[in-house]
């Protein structure tokens, strides 16, 4: 089994910054994919950015130049540095792994979320 745990949300003003990481644990042999998605009450949950082995990372066009993902594949952790963050920001952020076990099993998981608001 796989655990993927979030931290770093929490209330900032427009034009602040948060940072938020997830840590992937458990039976990991490799993860292909790794990055963050959103959900704000009433919509549907959307892909933020993502890390993907070997190919690169991809952003969602609204926080492009303003969101920055990393990741740490030795330590299977991934970053999101969100800055100039708007109200729209505002949702319950998820980290979303693709992982392969050690038992040669392939799955995807997701962590339990972590909200951010931004409000003056």
């Known amino acids: 089994q796989v655990q993927l745990v979030e931290s770093g949300g929490g209330l900032v003003q427009p034009g602040g910054s948060l940072r938020l990481s997830c840590a992937a644990s458990?039976?990991?042999?490799?993860?292909?994919?790794m990055g963050w998605y959103r959900q704000a009450p009433g919509q549907q949950r959307e892909l933020v950015a993502t890390v993907i082995s070997d190919v690169g990372t991809k952003y969602t066009d609204s926080v492009k130049g303003r969101f920055t993902i990393s990741r740490d594949k030795a330590k299977n952790t991934v970053s999101l540095q969100m800055n100039d963050l708007k109200p729209e920001d505002t949702a319950a952020y998820y980290c979303?792994?693709?992982?392969?076990?050690?038992?040669?099993?392939?799955?995807?998981?997701w962590g339990q979320g972590t909200q951010v608001t931004v409000s003056s």
């Open positions: 979303n792994a693709d992982v392969q076990s050690a038992w040669n099993v392939f799955d995807n998981y």
């Open positions: 458990g039976s990991i042999f490799s993860i292909s994919a």
